[in-house]
């Protein structure tokens, strides 16, 4: 099995929010994200032809960010990979019939307010900033901004995710609208071709 045929056992268990594909996270890409009002949610896959060289820097990046971390993988990788996992990282064994739960998330207590914060743009996170009384941010740097944020005590880790999942939550609803609209504008296009009369040869 391969990552396209493990996605489509995995979207039907992501009930309520919206889920994102290959979410920018820390140094890396979250496979899938799901995102809801009150957690999210990040999955990698491996299939048969994946090795497991890069979990040693996708865990940490998806530690820092995300509310709870299943792995989703195929049987052969499971010996090695759980060695490598913290007791709260959830796993999904693939195969033909579906998906089973070897043991699920638990929630993680890792989570840190520079790798939140860094799923958004940075005029996202100068907005949340700025509504905090924070003025003094609105110059600032992306790479500054983070490292204001995991020093100080003025911002609360659960405010600033609550902003951070309503922000992608919003931001992917947009992209389907944007989506909808521009398939009806090609499919306008498409039916006035059709409706062009053929010039007859002479």
């Known amino acids: 099995m391969n990552d396209a045929d493990i996605r489509p056992f995995l979207y039907p268990r992501l009930l309520g929010g919206v889920w994102i594909d290959e979410l920018p996270?820390?140094?890396?890409?979250?496979?899938?994200?799901?995102?809801?009002?009150q957690?999210?949610?990040?999955?990698?896959?491996?299939?048969d032809a994946d090795t497991l060289q890069r979990v040693p820097r996708q865990l940490p990046c998806y530690g820092r960010a995300y509310d709870f971390v299943t792995f989703v993988v195929?049987?052969?990788?499971?010996?090695?990979?759980?060695?490598?996992?913290?007791?709260?990282?959830?796993?999904?064994?693939a195969s033909a019939e579906g998906l089973r739960e070897l043991r699920?998330?638990?929630?993680?207590?890792t989570v840190e307010r520079p790798?939140?914060?860094?799923?958004?743009?940075?005029?996202?996170?100068?907005q949340f900033l700025l509504a905090q009384g924070l003025p003094g941010v609105s110059t600032l740097r992306r790479r500054d901004i983070l490292g204001f944020l995991r020093?100080?005590?003025l911002v609360s880790l659960a405010e600033l995710a609550h902003f951070v999942r309503r922000q992608l939550l919003a931001r992917h609803e947009e992209r389907l609208?944007?989506?909808?609209?521009?398939?009806?504008?090609?499919?306008?296009?498409?039916?006035?071709?059709?409706?062009?009369?053929?010039?007859k040869e002479k």
Not at 26 to 37: K, L, N, P
Not at 40 to 47: A, N, R, V
Not at 79 to 86: A, D, E, G, H, S
Not at 104 to 109: E, G, K, L, T, V
């Open 151 to 153: 020093t100080t005590r």
């Open 39 to 47: 957690f999210m949610h990040g999955y990698e896959l491996k299939g």
């Open 115 to 126: 790798a939140v914060a860094g799923l958004l743009r940075v005029s996202e996170i100068k």
């Open 74 to 93: 195929t049987e052969k990788h499971v010996p090695k990979l759980l060695p490598q996992l913290p007791a709260w990282v959830g796993v999904l064994v």
């Open 25 to 37: 996270t820390g140094t890396t890409r979250a496979d899938v994200v799901h995102i809801t009002e």
């Open 104 to 109: 699920p998330a638990a929630y993680n207590a």
């Open 177 to 199: 609208l944007l989506r909808a609209v521009r398939k009806v504008e090609r499919d306008k296009a498409a039916a006035r071709r059709k409706r062009r009369p053929k010039h």
